[in-house]
Nanobody, 129 residues
Framework: EVQLVESGGRLVQAGGSLRLSCVASGFSFDDYAMGWFRQAPGKEREGVSCISSHEDSSYYAESVKGRFTISSDSAKNTVYLQMDSLKPEDTGVYYC??????????????????????WGQGTQVTVTS
């Protein structure tokens, strides 16, 4: 059974930093691309960042480029999202998801579903001004 468990979300002031973690189980981590997505209240879910170790590629939404860094540790089956210089507009529920195909690409990362078929329960990030 595929499981993705996010953690690390909390309330933080603008300008602060957070590191989100997502522990994966139930599939071959090295063969999957992983992504972080977020959903703000009243808005649609959007792609934030994705990484594919087997394709040696990573992608970022324009709104987070230069502030967020995605990384993965295959020994721990974990993908991280380091978030620096946080802004109130970064507030939302952050989800981790897995994509088992090839050809990750920027657009597929932004889109998320249906390519990313396995999702975690999310972790809340709140950035106060």
């Amino acid at each position: 059974e595929v499981q993705l468990v996010e953690s690390g979300g909390r309330l933080v002031q603008a300008g602060g930093s957070l590191r989100l973690s997502c522990v994966a189980s139930g599939f071959s981590f090295d063969d999957y691309a992983m992504g972080w997505f977020r959903q703000a209240p009243g808005k649609e879910r959007e792609g934030v960042s994705c990484i594919s170790s087997h394709e040696d590629s990573s992608y970022y939404a324009e709104s987070v480029k230069g502030r967020f860094t995605i990384s993965s540790d295959s020994a721990k089956n974990t993908v991280y999202l380091q978030m620096d210089s946080l802004k109130p507009e970064d507030t939302g529920v952050y989800y981790c998801a897995a994509y088992g195909g090839y050809g990750l690409g920027y657009l597929r990362c932004l889109r998320g579903s249906p390519d990313f078929g396995s999702w975690g329960q999310g972790t809340q990030v709140t950035v106060t001004s």
